[in-house]
């Protein structure tokens, strides 16, 4: 398996526009994380989907961000419009849903590193 | 705000032991306590996973005391390719339970 896979790896853009970071989870997985990295606050979660419903976004920043997971192979975070204070390095992670605990092993893709200028 | 707290930082030599503790007062009664290694410009790793007293497996142990409210990553024989980042991540009862890492150690071992 090719592990969890982001695109893209790098993404510069500039203040006001919209950036769309892309996720393809594990196959067979059926939870999806995204995670936001600064070195200001560290690792955060924005987001989980699990079986592709949102189950807890209380982590998403502000109504600029906002994800979508259509099927089970695939996940968008977008930010529209973007800020400098948006950069930092998003990192998309999958696992399998057993029994009552939602939080087994993640496996983490190799991350986004967005810049605003 | 629920915190997740660790060491900011450990130094260590080859072949020693390395206890990481992870403070976690808040943490959901009903999941598990999970530890991750991170490496410059890399995701997560999973290391290993608890719910309560010792786990261990082929990298790590995991020390969880009675009250949960703290966790222990023992790293026995370290080696230079283990400096990296060490992580925490737990469920807080926030009010409603939310997944939150810790604040991360970073681990320098030298020869």
């Known amino acids: 398996d090719a592990g969890v896979i982001q695109s893209p790896r790098h993404e510069v853009t500039e203040m006001g526009q919209e950036v769309t970071l892309r996720c393809k989870p594990i196959s067979g997985h059926n939870s999806l994380f995204w995670y936001r990295q600064t070195m200001m606050r560290g690792l955060e979660l924005l987001i989980y989907?699990?079986?592709?419903?949102?189950?807890?976004d209380s982590g998403m920043p502000e109504d600029r961000f906002s994800a979508k997971m259509p099927n089970a192979s695939f996940s968008t975070l977008k930010i529209q419009p973007s800020e400098p204070r948006d950069s930092a390095v998003y990192f998309c992670a999958s696992s399998e849903l057993k029994g009552k605990s939602s939080y087994n092993e993640q496996f983490f893709g190799p991350g986004t590193r967005l810049t605003v200028l | 705000l629920a915190k997740t707290t660790q060491p900011i930082s450990m130094d260590s030599y080859e072949g020693q032991e390395v206890n990481i503790t992870c403070s976690h007062n808040n943490i959901a009664t009903n999941d598990y306590i999970t530890w991750y290694q991170q490496f410059p410009s890399q995701g997560p790793r999973f290391i290993i996973q608890?719910?309560?007293t010792k786990v261990t497996n082929e990298v790590a142990s995991l020390f969880i005391p009675a009250d949960r409210k703290s966790s222990t990553l023992s790293l026995p024989r370290v080696s230079l390719s283990d400096t990296a980042v060490y992580y925490c991540?737990?469920?807080?009862?926030?009010?409603?339970?939310?997944?939150?890492f810790g604040t991360g150690t970073r681990l320098l071992v030298s020869p």
């Open positions: 989907f699990n079986n592709n419903v949102p189950i807890d």
């Open positions: 991540l737990v469920e807080m009862n926030t009010g409603f339970q939310k997944l939150v």
């Open positions: 608890g719910y309560k």
